[in-house]
């Protein structure tokens, strides 16, 4: 398979006729006339294939300033996703649960009301914020399913 890195890649910000924005990229300007011509260039919200480049589009200048960050698949990724698996398995199995209640009961642990155990649940962004600031330990849960 042929290598192309990212210098050799134009972007182009597109927009299909019923005004769907997205990016897609090609070897060069030529390119994206040559599969537009073809009708191979389709919108990637709905497929439309009366693609054009949007308005603004910076094509070039963007690949140049706008650089975005990637990184390859970690060899060892599947071995973290386990351990996330494992700590997430643990979590929730040697916890209680506690449902919408999590704030509260947290916050009963931290001030030694009740006494210390595990406990996993829910909390809205507010009553998380609210922990943060009166200094109660806790952790998200990862969000990793069992099967992917
Ligand atoms: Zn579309």
Redesign the pocket.
């Known amino acids: 398979m042929p290598e192309t890195t990212t210098d050799e890649v134009i972007q182009y910000s597109l927009q299909?006729a019923?005004g769907?924005g997205f990016d897609a990229w090609f070897k060069n300007a030529a390119a994206f006339d040559e599969q537009k011509a073809r009708g191979i260039v389709s919108?990637a919200?709905?497929g439309?294939s009366q693609v054009e480049k949007a308005p603004m589009a910076p094509a070039v200048a963007r690949t140049d300033h706008e650089r975005r960050t990637l990184a390859s698949a970690h060899p060892d990724a599947a071995k973290f996703r386990e351990m996330l698996r494992e700590y997430r398995r643990k979590g929730m199995s040697e916890a209680d649960y506690v449902g919408d209640r999590f704030a509260e009961a947290a916050r009963k642990i931290h001030s030694g009301e009740v006494e210390a155990r595990g406990i996993y649940g829910e909390a809205s962004k507010d009553e998380i914020a609210g922990l943060i600031e009166d200094g109660v330990d806790f952790l998200p849960l990862p969000d990793v399913g069992e099967d992917n």
Request: net charge neutral.
């Open positions: 299909c019923k769907h919108c919200v709905c439309d």
